[in-house]
């Protein structure tokens, strides 16, 4: 099957348009239960009637796992920013709105992953950290008491879509039943991989709007540091990841 060129491509997976739609294409090397997972994500957000692509089909093509969904007309947030910094709160201040609707969400115990078992799975495999620096993280997910909410896992602005009369959210396939306060860091984490400023200004907002307190998500940040060196993403530093947790931890 012939898609022509790619729109997108990711660390896990490479994105095409055709025929009105979305096929996303994952790299084969990832286990062959990763497109079920994905979709099975996307499925239940799009179930709490989130602003999500319906998922349509998931398939195999030319040998390797796909998923095909909606096709949503519009632009990233992020691009947009990119376009015209001066708009980047206002732009923040829609996807913090957005990102609280998420959190709003109770979501059935069987139908997301464990956020606690999401992270203590990719601490565990992280080759970059000792048994003494695993164990003390471990110690700290442990301490942690919190109401499950929907978390998306890699929430930002490229992952909005902004069309003509709705916001719709893309790549779930990190999304977890956990803590908001460790969502919220998560994506302050992704935003100052790039831009201080924008991701003080993100937090900043996020406190504002929800009433949480700033310390509260930053008591997240060496575990969420953690995990994130087990993705090894290649625009990832893991010598800025190593220096969170020292911060933060008596290592």
Wanted: glycine share 4%; net charge negative; aromatic share 10%.
């Amino acid at each position: 099957m012939d898609l022509g060129n790619p729109i997108a491509k990711g660390n896990t997976a490479t994105i095409y348009y055709t025929d009105n739609k979305i096929v996303k294409v994952f790299n084969d090397f990832l286990p062959d239960t990763e497109s079920i997972k994905e979709a099975n994500k996307q499925k239940y957000a799009y179930s709490c009637g989130l602003p999500v692509p319906e998922i349509l089909s998931v398939t195999k093509i030319n040998g390797e796992q796909a998923i095909i969904m909606e096709y949503v007309k519009g632009e990233i947030l992020g691009d947009l920013v990119f376009k015209d910094k001066e708009q980047a709160e206002y732009y923040l201040k829609i996807s913090v709105d957005m990102q609280m609707k998420i959190h709003r969400v109770k979501p059935n115990p069987e139908a997301i992953e464990p956020m606690y078992d999401k992270l203590h799975r990719q601490i565990e495999t992280t080759n970059k950290l000792d048994e003494k620096q695993k164990f003390q993280l471990f110690n700290r997910l442990d301490s942690f008491t919190y109401e499950n909410k929907l978390c998306h896992g890699d929430f930002h602005l490229f992952n909005l879509i902004k069309t003509d009369n709705r916001l719709v959210i893309i790549d779930w396939v990190d999304s977890s039943a956990g803590d908001i306060r460790a969502d919220v860091y998560r994506t302050y984490l992704l935003y100052a991989q790039v831009s201080s400023e924008l991701a003080e200004m993100y937090v900043r907002l996020y406190c504002e709007k929800s009433g949480i307190l700033r310390s509260d998500v930053f008591q997240w940040a060496p575990v969420i540091a953690g995990a994130r060196l087990s993705e090894n993403v290649t625009t990832e530093n893991a010598e800025r990841l190593m220096k969170i947790i020292n911060h933060y931890c008596s290592l």
